[in-house]
C-alpha cells in the first residue's frame, strides 16, 4: 500500500535542501570513517537478531536448525519467539479459504499457550553450542488477564534453563488489537502491571509491542497512546522493557509536525524519542528498530536517512537492530531487512554501529540470561 509518510512536498524540498548536502557531506564522512566496517559487514557476525518470529499467525514455521542454515555466518545469536496469536479459521467466515495472516480474515485471534512449549522443545532439540546462540522468550500469556504472570512462572518451572524473556507480546497493535477474542489490552490494565513486576522479579527481559499511535492518525495532534506509555513503563523502573518497533507500525506512521506547531514545539517522532532518551525515568527503556514497515520510514528520504542516524549516534546504547521476519523461508527475505538499513549504518559511528547491530543486544540479554537462571535456582523445585 503505497504510503507518502516520510515524503516530503516539492516545497519542503526546497526548504530542506542545505540539510540534505549536510547530510550528503556526512554520509561521505561517514563511509570514509567505517571502512573497516564494512569490510566486516560483508562477512562474518554483522548482527545480533533482537526481534525473531520462527512461527506465523497459525503457529507453522520453520524449526531452528533450518534459521540456523539462514542465520550462516552473517548472525551471531538471535531472540526465539513464536505468535502468541492464532488466527481462527472460521469456515462460516471464508469457507475453504484458509487464512495464515490476519489480514486474511475477518474471524478473531484467539491466545494460543502451547506456543511455549513448542519453543522449548524446538530450543531443548539443539545442541549446547547451537543453543548458546539463541535467547527463547515467553509469549503465550494473555496480557489483559490477571493470571498471565502466572503463566510465565509455571513456563519458567516447567521449562528451566530455557528461556531469557518474555514477548514480542503486544497491548495496542493496528489491525491485531481489536480482533482478539475477550476483553481488549490495555496499557492500563493492572493485569499488564503484574505481568511487568514478575519480569522484574525474574530478570526476564521484555520485548513489548504498543502503538504510539492510532492508524491514519492526523499532523499535529498528540499521539493518543503516548502518555498511558510512558505511565506504564515509569511504574515499571526495576523492569528491563524494549519498546519495539519505537511504537511505529504500517500504517501508525511518525509522528508529524506541520512548521507552525514545530515553531510552538510541538515535538515530532524523533523528538518525542529524543525526550525518552534523556529522561533519567525511562534508562531502564531501550526501543527496537525491527521490522521491515519501520525501515521504509527510516529510509525514505536523505533527509530521513540522517535524522535518524544522528538519533542512533547520539545515544548509541539504547536502540537494538532486529529483523521481525516470521519463519522467513530462505536467506533472500531474511536479510532484506538488514540490508534496507544500509543507507544508516553508512552514517553511523562504528561505535554506534556496533552498538545497535550486537553490543546491546549482548548487554540486555547476557544480563537477562544470567538473572533468569538465577532465579530459578532460587525458585524452581
Ligand atoms: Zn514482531
Redesign the pocket.
Given at each position: 500500500m503505497p504510503l507518502s509518510v516520510g515524503a516530503s512536498s516539492e516545497g519542503r524540498r526546497v526548504w530542506l535542501r542545505p540539510a540534505r548536502w549536510a547530510a550528503i557531506a556526512f554520509a561521505v564522512w561517514g563511509s570514509v570513517f567505517t571502512l573497516p566496517l564494512t569490510a566486516q559487514q560483508s562477512g562474518a557476525d554483522e548482527f545480533n537478531d533482537s526481534?525473531f518470529?520462527l512461527t506465523n499467525y497459525i503457529q507453522e514455521g520453520i524449526d531452528p536448525h533450518q534459521f540456523l542454515q539462514i542465520m550462516g555466518r552473517r548472525v551471531s545469536r538471535s531472540t526465539l519467539f513464536g505468535i502468541p496469536l492464532q488466527q481462527q479459521w472460521s469456515y462460516a467466515n471464508s469457507g475453504e479459504f484458509a487464512p495464515t495472516y490476519y489480514l486474511q480474515s475477518d474471524a478473531p485471534l484467539y491466545y494460543y499457550s502451547f506456543t511455549d512449549a513448542y519453543i522449548a522443545s524446538m530450543y531443548r532439540s539443539l545442541s549446547k553450542d547451537e543453543q548458546a546462540r539463541f535467547d527463547p522468550m515467553i509469549t503465550g500469556f494473555n496480557p489483559a488477564d490477571m493470571y498471565a504472570a502466572d503463566h510465565i512462572r509455571r513456563v519458567l518451572r516447567i521449562f528451566p534453563g530455557v528461556f531469557t524473556g518474555i514477548g514480542?507480546f503486544s497491548i495496542h497493535k493496528e489491525f491485531v488489537s481489536s480482533k482478539v477474542s475477550g476483553e481488549t489490552a490495555s496499557l492500563t490494565n493492572p493485569a499488564l502491571d503484574r505481568v511487568l513486576d514478575f519480569a522484574a522479579e525474574a530478570g526476564l527481559v521484555v520485548i513489548l509491542?504498543s502503538d504510539i499511535d492510532m492508524p491514519f492518525a492526523k499532523m499535529d495532534a498528540e499521539p493518543v497512546y503516548l502518555s498511558q506509555m510512558k505511565a506504564l513503563l515509569k511504574r515499571h523502573p526495576k523492569t528491563t522493557i524494549i519498546w519495539?518497533h519505537i511504537g511505529l507500525g504500517r500504517v501508525v506512521h511518525p509522528v508529524q509536525t506541520s512548521a507552525a506547531a514545530a515553531a510552538e514545539r510541538s515535538p515530532s517522532q524523533v523528538g518525542i524519542v529524543e525526550a525518552m532518551l534523556t529522561d533519567p525515568a525511562l534508562a531502564h527503556v531501550s526501543f527496537d528498530i525491527?521490522?521491515d514497515e519501520v525501515a521504509k520510514y527510516a529510509v525514505a528520504t536523505p533527509e530521513t536517512v540522517s535524522r535518524v542516524a544522528t538519533m542512533l549516534n547520539r545515544y548509541p546504547d539504547r536502540f537494538l537492530f532486529g529483523t521481525?521476519t516470521v519463519a522467513p523461508s530462505g536467506p533472500g527475505p531474511y536479510f532484506a531487512v538488514f540490508d534496507m538499513w544500509a543507507p544508516v549504518w553508512k552514517q553511523l559511528t562504528p561505535e554506534a554501529s556496533l552498538k545497535v547491530r550486537k553490543a546491546n543486544y549482548e548487554r540486555l540479554f547476557d544480563e537477562g540470561r544470567r538473572r533468569v537462571r538465577a532465579w530459578e535456582r532460587a525458585n524452581v523445585r
Amino acid at each position: 500500500m503505497p504510503l507518502s509518510v516520510g515524503a516530503s512536498s516539492e516545497g519542503r524540498r526546497v526548504w530542506l535542501r542545505p540539510a540534505r548536502w549536510a547530510a550528503i557531506a556526512f554520509a561521505v564522512w561517514g563511509s570514509v570513517f567505517t571502512l573497516p566496517l564494512t569490510a566486516q559487514q560483508s562477512g562474518a557476525d554483522e548482527f545480533n537478531d533482537s526481534h525473531f518470529h520462527l512461527t506465523n499467525y497459525i503457529q507453522e514455521g520453520i524449526d531452528p536448525h533450518q534459521f540456523l542454515q539462514i542465520m550462516g555466518r552473517r548472525v551471531s545469536r538471535s531472540t526465539l519467539f513464536g505468535i502468541p496469536l492464532q488466527q481462527q479459521w472460521s469456515y462460516a467466515n471464508s469457507g475453504e479459504f484458509a487464512p495464515t495472516y490476519y489480514l486474511q480474515s475477518d474471524a478473531p485471534l484467539y491466545y494460543y499457550s502451547f506456543t511455549d512449549a513448542y519453543i522449548a522443545s524446538m530450543y531443548r532439540s539443539l545442541s549446547k553450542d547451537e543453543q548458546a546462540r539463541f535467547d527463547p522468550m515467553i509469549t503465550g500469556f494473555n496480557p489483559a488477564d490477571m493470571y498471565a504472570a502466572d503463566h510465565i512462572r509455571r513456563v519458567l518451572r516447567i521449562f528451566p534453563g530455557v528461556f531469557t524473556g518474555i514477548g514480542e507480546f503486544s497491548i495496542h497493535k493496528e489491525f491485531v488489537s481489536s480482533k482478539v477474542s475477550g476483553e481488549t489490552a490495555s496499557l492500563t490494565n493492572p493485569a499488564l502491571d503484574r505481568v511487568l513486576d514478575f519480569a522484574a522479579e525474574a530478570g526476564l527481559v521484555v520485548i513489548l509491542h504498543s502503538d504510539i499511535d492510532m492508524p491514519f492518525a492526523k499532523m499535529d495532534a498528540e499521539p493518543v497512546y503516548l502518555s498511558q506509555m510512558k505511565a506504564l513503563l515509569k511504574r515499571h523502573p526495576k523492569t528491563t522493557i524494549i519498546w519495539a518497533h519505537i511504537g511505529l507500525g504500517r500504517v501508525v506512521h511518525p509522528v508529524q509536525t506541520s512548521a507552525a506547531a514545530a515553531a510552538e514545539r510541538s515535538p515530532s517522532q524523533v523528538g518525542i524519542v529524543e525526550a525518552m532518551l534523556t529522561d533519567p525515568a525511562l534508562a531502564h527503556v531501550s526501543f527496537d528498530i525491527s521490522w521491515d514497515e519501520v525501515a521504509k520510514y527510516a529510509v525514505a528520504t536523505p533527509e530521513t536517512v540522517s535524522r535518524v542516524a544522528t538519533m542512533l549516534n547520539r545515544y548509541p546504547d539504547r536502540f537494538l537492530f532486529g529483523t521481525d521476519t516470521v519463519a522467513p523461508s530462505g536467506p533472500g527475505p531474511y536479510f532484506a531487512v538488514f540490508d534496507m538499513w544500509a543507507p544508516v549504518w553508512k552514517q553511523l559511528t562504528p561505535e554506534a554501529s556496533l552498538k545497535v547491530r550486537k553490543a546491546n543486544y549482548e548487554r540486555l540479554f547476557d544480563e537477562g540470561r544470567r538473572r533468569v537462571r538465577a532465579w530459578e535456582r532460587a525458585n524452581v523445585r
